[in-house]
């Protein structure tokens, strides 16, 4: 059975920065593509940030491009998002999700995603 704990939320002040993780265990081989996804308060779930398990490709949501860094420790079975200069609208529950292949692009929709970690609190402060 596969299981993503996410860890590291927290509240923060504006321009401050937090590094989530998220810990992988049962069948982490498959996992070819992991992604963060948040959900604002009165939002839809949007995609956050992705990488690949050979780490060649990544991709992000241009709100977060040039702020955040997606990462990944295969030996591990663990994910990382550095979430820096962070704003207020960057508020919301973070996911973890993963998906099992890869086909030359990283998915952007949460419906290509099996599996999923329960979530964790950001805040961001002004």
């Known amino acids: 059975q596969v299981q993503l704990v996410e860890s590291g939320g927290g509240l923060v002040q504006a321009g401050n920065s937090l590094r989530l993780a998220c810990a992988a265990s049962?069948?982490?081989?498959?996992?070819?593509?992991t992604a963060w996804f948040r959900q604002a308060p009165g939002k839809e779930r949007e995609f956050v940030a992705g990488?690949?398990?050979?780490?060649?490709?990544?991709s992000y949501s241009d709100s977060v491009k040039g702020r955040f860094t997606i990462s990944r420790d295969n030996q591990k079975n663990t994910a990382y998002l550095e979430m820096n200069s962070l704003k207020p609208e960057d508020t919301g529950i973070y996911y973890c999700?993963?998906?099992?292949?890869?086909?030359?692009?990283?998915?952007?929709?949460?419906?290509?995603?099996?599996?999923w970690g329960q979530g964790i609190q950001v805040t961001v402060s002004s």
């Open positions: 999700a993963a998906r099992a292949f890869f086909f030359g692009g990283i998915p952007l929709a949460q419906s290509d995603y099996a599996y």
């Open positions: 049962g069948r982490t081989a498959s996992f070819a593509v």
């Open positions: 990488i690949t398990r050979s780490l060649s490709s990544t």
